[in-house]
């Protein structure tokens, strides 16, 4: 790697990034091809008809299904980013991606991680509100308040990713454009600029890994409380309450696991690398919709309420 920007060059001379994809084999390409198009085609119908339960079911017209049903907006949206772009390229022998479309599938990661980040504190704290203070919850949980949840989410994960590129889009790409993975990120573009990259890196681990650390940590010392609290109430109020966060505490896993893994880990394994973007790109917006669905009667019943209807207005029409 070149350790100095080429002179006179104000921006960068790669035109393109080359991916080295997830394996070399055609037999496994052709099976993940499967796999993946299978899940991803199942998260995008699963969070659809969650946002369509919940918007068009008056009985789920509260914070905690509004949060959800945005949830699985964003849910949309991670399967979307970095999905079909890998899908496509398994089964393509030359895998490329041009650099203003690195670029781009770099700011939409952020900025959706930035969103799903903010939206799973809030889901925490609506739950604490619902059990620690319920007789508040109402006046607390306004739509007023979900409303600015939603606008704080966004512009958190706009900031955020906004932040983090504006140090490395006018970096010098100038030789090296291979990328041992299947899509963009900042920790292994930033490896390929022509200059000495280690302050940028070390900026982006304490920016990213922080973050995700430091929101992990409060989450569950978040959900400890509202535990340590739920154990005071009645046993089938105890219950119900339990099955809803061992929901909220399994999506937290599932998506800070990885997170921490990117971001923090001091020397990320590149094959550990590979099966966790896979399953934090195509698994977990698979599984969020089916821990929350199989976790809640209610959501449950409405979502076949929904399905009736469906499937009544297809036989009229």
Not at 147 to 158: D, E, N, P, R, S
Not at 193 to 222: D, H, K, P, R, W
Not at 223 to 252: C, D, E, M, N, R
Request: net charge positive; with cysteine.
């Amino acid at each position: 790697m070149l350790t100095k920007p080429v002179d006179g060059m104000n921006h960068s001379a790669v035109s393109e990034f080359v991916f080295l994809g997830l394996t070399d084999s055609w037999e496994i390409q052709l099976l993940l091809f499967v796999f993946s198009s299978t899940l991803y085609m199942a998260s995008m119908m699963g969070n659809s008809l969650i946002m369509l339960t919940v918007t068009s079911d008056p009985h789920l017209h509260s914070p905690m299904y509004f949060l959800l049903a945005s949830l699985s907006f964003v849910d949309l949206g991670v399967s979307s980013v970095t999905s079909p772009k890998m899908i496509y390229d398994l089964l393509r022998k030359h895998k490329v991606i041009s650099f203003s479309g690195c670029i781009t599938q770099i700011f939409f990661i952020h900025v959706i991680g930035g969103v799903e980040l903010v939206l799973l504190i809030a889901m925490a704290f609506d739950r604490y509100v619902a059990i620690c203070k319920p007789l508040h919850y109402l006046s607390i949980m306004s739509p007023r308040m979900c409303i600015f949840i939603l606008v704080a989410a966004w512009m958190t994960g706009l900031i955020h990713s906004m932040v983090q590129l504006a140090f490395v889009v006018n970096l010098p790409f100038c030789g090296p454009n291979v990328l041992d993975s299947f899509y963009c990120d900042l920790p292994q573009l930033i490896k390929l600029a022509c200059i000495n990259t280690y302050q940028l890196e070390f900026m982006v681990t304490a920016n990213s890994g922080f973050i995700s650390v430091g929101s992990f940590i409060i989450l569950i010392i978040s959900y400890i409380i509202i535990i340590l609290t739920v154990q005071k109430h009645s046993s089938a109020g105890s219950s119900k309450a339990l099955s809803t966060l061992s929901a909220h505490i399994t999506v937290v896993i599932l998506f800070f696991g990885p997170l921490i893994f990117f971001y923090a880990w001091p020397s990320p394994s590149t094959h550990m690398d590979k099966f966790l973007a896979i399953f934090d790109a195509v698994l977990t917006p698979f599984l969020n919709p089916i821990i929350y669905t199989f976790r809640n009667q209610e959501m449950k019943v409405a979502m076949r309420r929904v399905c009736r209807q469906l499937g009544n207005y297809r036989k009229i029409s």
